[in-house]
């Protein structure tokens, strides 16, 4: 897919563009790929998803680098949210366990929006997925299974900041990500993981007493069981839908 960049335009500002239907390019960054797509201010999808292979060794220059190749794919819209996998601070990352040491400290929402002269929010992909998934009723957890493990909690639709849920130990001090992640479904293959996942998920619900469990990243496809009560395997696409939540939140 090719298409002609995006001509400059004013500088880029923190608050949304002054129009009735803003355009979001919503990215979702990833340990194997890139991904984005056009959503209109209601959340619906006004283009195909594009991606790209992330970089063997993803330095931020590295991503970046790809990140133009979805700008050019993807070229016509007003702002950009962007899902990164690590904590993230006023725009800045600062870690990326599944990328490269190079993101501690990196300002990549400020890069971003020099670079495409549009504003731009970041945030922690696990909270990006939530936000594209739940309901807004109660305490709701969503865990993402990819590369890593990714979680984010709300209550009544309102983000619990900081849950890294993947970085706590767990069994014999090892993390959840050890397990969960894709490092642990190699390790352990199929069937000792899914026993893992289904032990992980009995304990966040005492942890956290969730009403609602969504379970999501590319690695849902390798559940073999049937999900229980208030449990739902969500689409891959919640990861990039819920991006425009992050213009309705920090208005």
Same mark, same amino acid.
């Given at each position: 897919?090719?298409?002609?960049?995006?001509?400059?335009?004013?500088?880029?500002?923190?608050?949304?563009?002054?129009?009735?239907?803003?355009?979001?390019?919503?990215?979702?960054?990833?340990?194997?790929?890139?991904?984005?797509?056009?959503?209109?201010?209601?959340?619906?999808?006004?283009?195909?998803?594009?991606?790209?292979?992330?970089?063997?060794?993803?330095?931020?220059?590295?991503?970046?680098?790809?990140?133009?190749?979805?700008?050019?794919?993807?070229?016509?819209?007003?702002?950009?949210?962007?899902?990164?996998?690590?904590?993230?601070?006023?725009?800045?990352?600062?870690?990326?366990?599944?990328?490269?040491? +190079? $993101?501690?400290?990196?300002?990549?929402?400020?890069?971003?929006?020099?670079?495409?002269?549009?504003?731009?929010? +970041?945030?922690?992909?696990?909270?990006?997925?939530?936000?594209?998934?739940?309901?807004?009723?109660?305490?709701?957890?969503?865990?993402?299974?990819?590369?890593?493990?990714?979680?984010?909690?709300?209550?009544?639709?309102?983000?619990?900041?900081?849950?890294?849920?993947?970085?706590?130990?767990?069994?014999?001090?090892? /993390?959840?990500?050890?397990?969960?992640?894709?490092?642990?479904?190699?390790?352990?293959?199929?069937?000792? $993981?899914?026993?893992?996942?289904?032990?992980?998920? /009995?304990?966040?619900?005492?942890?956290?007493?969730?009403?609602?469990?969504?379970?999501?990243?590319?690695?849902?496809?390798?559940?073999?069981?049937?999900?229980?009560?208030?449990?739902?395997?969500?689409?891959?696409?919640?990861?990039?839908?819920?991006?425009?939540?992050?213009?309705? /939140?920090?208005?």
């Amino acid at each position: 897919m090719t298409a002609q960049p995006a001509k400059p335009s004013k500088a880029p500002r923190s608050t949304s563009p002054k129009t009735s239907n803003p355009i979001t390019m919503c990215i979702d960054i990833g340990g194997s790929g890139l991904k984005a797509m056009l959503v209109d201010s209601k959340g619906h999808p006004v283009s195909e998803r594009a991606r790209v292979v992330t970089p063997a060794i993803p330095t931020p220059k590295a991503v970046l680098k790809g990140l133009e190749e979805l700008h050019t794919a993807l070229p016509n819209f007003d702002r950009v949210s962007v899902g990164f996998p690590g904590v993230i601070k006023k725009g800045v990352t600062y870690t990326a366990a599944n990328l490269h040491p +190079l $993101w501690y400290g990196f300002p990549l929402e400020k890069e971003l929006a020099t670079r495409w002269k549009k504003p731009v929010r +970041l945030a922690n992909d696990a909270a990006v997925q939530g936000y594209g998934c739940i309901k807004g009723d109660g305490v709701e957890l969503a865990i993402t299974l990819g590369t890593g493990m990714g979680s984010s909690l709300f209550t009544d639709g309102r983000l619990c900041p900081g849950l890294e849920l993947g970085h706590h130990p767990w069994l014999k001090d090892r /993390e959840y990500e050890d397990y969960l992640g894709r490092r642990g479904l190699d390790k352990y293959g199929k069937k000792r $993981w899914n026993k893992l996942l289904q032990l992980a998920i /009995e304990q966040t619900a005492k942890l956290f007493n969730w009403d609602h469990l969504y379970l999501g990243g590319g690695n849902t496809k390798k559940i073999d069981f049937k999900p229980g009560k208030n449990i739902e395997i969500v689409s891959n696409e919640t990861g990039l839908l819920g991006g425009v939540a992050l213009w309705r /939140e920090w208005d």
